[in-house]
């Protein structure tokens, strides 16, 4: 997910839409504005489908919580209670942080929609 957005990221800050075509970081050039669209929608959906495993990995940590501390009941689960509220926090805010990368995805996709092809 880091490596999508970064991607994502890496495109829009090469991207003037309407002044010049912006270099994908793959090595490519995208050659239109319709090819932007397409391939920044993709990326669009690719976010959707990272946050949807994010916010199910988040569930799943909820879920191995309760187990680790029902297991451990009587002993000290301190320790690794801390660790799995750390990983649940750090989905918590991966699933968060898709929210302003996503939206300024669609601000260029906006963009460049309004010069066509």
């Not at 495109?11 to 002044?19: I, N, P, Q």
């Not at 959906?45 to 009941?73: M, N």
Request: hydrophobic letters at 45%; proline letters at 4%.
């Amino acid at each position: 997910m880091i490596n999508l957005i970064r991607y994502v990221m890496v495109v829009a800050a090469t991207c003037d839409v309407g002044r010049n075509t912006p270099a994908d970081p793959a090595g490519g050039r995208v050659s239109s504005a319709a090819e932007m669209i397409a391939r920044l929608s993709q990326a669009s959906q690719k976010l959707d489908e990272a946050r949807a495993k994010t916010v199910a990995a988040t569930q799943d940590v909820t879920e191995a919580r309760t187990l680790v501390a029902a297991a451990l009941e009587g002993a000290d689960p301190g320790p690794l209670i801390g660790v799995i509220d750390a990983y649940g926090q750090a989905l918590t805010q991966a699933a968060q942080n898709v929210g302003p990368v996503r939206q300024h995805l669609q601000e260029t996709i906006t963009r460049a929609q309004s010069l066509g092809n």
